[in-house]
């Protein structure tokens, strides 16, 4: 089965500050993702990559930055943090253009105080 | 942009029963067409997909795709209470290397 790893898995930060939320992926596939899910919204997809790195834009990047240092590793920097940004944020992984399933981690719950 | 809907927002059905899910999506280029399926406080995970035109069963799960109409289904024939879940379509294709979703159709199977 194929493995998407988040870290951490629940985070409180403080409006203002920096976070930064990690992905590892041990399927070897060359794109990797950022979505956040908020109800009434579903999956919105912030920052994409091709492989090492790459990184585009998706569909809302404002306020997020996202590194692909390595094929494994994939990660969303929120340089400054604001309550807008609570959400629960998801980390997937790819290939063959949607033509192959894409596999999800289990989430970071993010909350901005 | 790629814009995907989902109809209906949420469904209370009782168990036993046929439910039918719809997605339309706005790009005619589209070639992949997927649902996911999210239970309470997990990660989606991909339940079935089509690439062309017609019909797919699974199970009791069955797709299908009008790329004419812009649309495409789920039916879930014999809904059982762990069918319960958020169902989620998305749509790749028209050069985006990249999945589309719909907010989601919360489904609810009522024993």
């Known amino acids: 089965e194929a493995a998407v790893t988040q870290s951490p898995r629940n985070k409180v930060a403080v409006t203002g500050g920096k976070v930064t939320l990690s992905c590892n992926q041990t399927n070897n596939h060359n794109n990797m993702y950022w979505y956040r899910q908020d109800t009434g919204h579903g999956l919105r997809l912030i920052h994409y990559?091709?492989?090492?790195?790459?990184?585009e834009k998706g569909d809302i990047p404002d306020g997020y930055k996202a590194s692909r240092p390595s094929q494994e590793n994939f990660s969303l920097i929120l340089e400054l943090a604001t309550p807008s940004q609570t959400s629960v944020y998801f980390c997937?992984?790819?290939?063959?253009?949607?033509?192959?399933?894409?596999?999800f981690g289990k989430g970071t719950r993010l909350t901005v105080v | 942009q790629q814009n995907v809907q989902q109809s209906p927002e949420s469904l209370i059905v009782p168990e036993g029963a046929r439910t039918s899910l719809n997605c339309t999506f706005s790009d005619s280029a589209s070639q992949y067409f997927w649902w996911y399926r999210q239970h309470s406080g997990k990660a989606p995970k991909a339940l079935m997909s089509i690439f062309s035109n017609g019909e797919k069963e699974e199970g009791r799960f069955t797709i299908h795709l009008n790329k004419a109409s812009l649309h495409f289904s789920l039916h879930i024939r014999d809904s059982q209470p762990s069918d319960s879940a958020l169902y989620l379509c998305?749509?790749?294709?028209?050069?985006?290397?990249?999945?589309?979703f719909g907010k989601g159709t919360q489904l609810i199977i009522q024993p």
């Open positions: 997937a992984s790819g290939d063959a253009r949607g033509r192959t399933e894409v596999f």
């Open positions: 998305a749509v790749t294709g028209g050069g985006a290397d990249r999945l589309t």
């Open positions: 990559s091709y492989g090492a790195g790459s990184t």
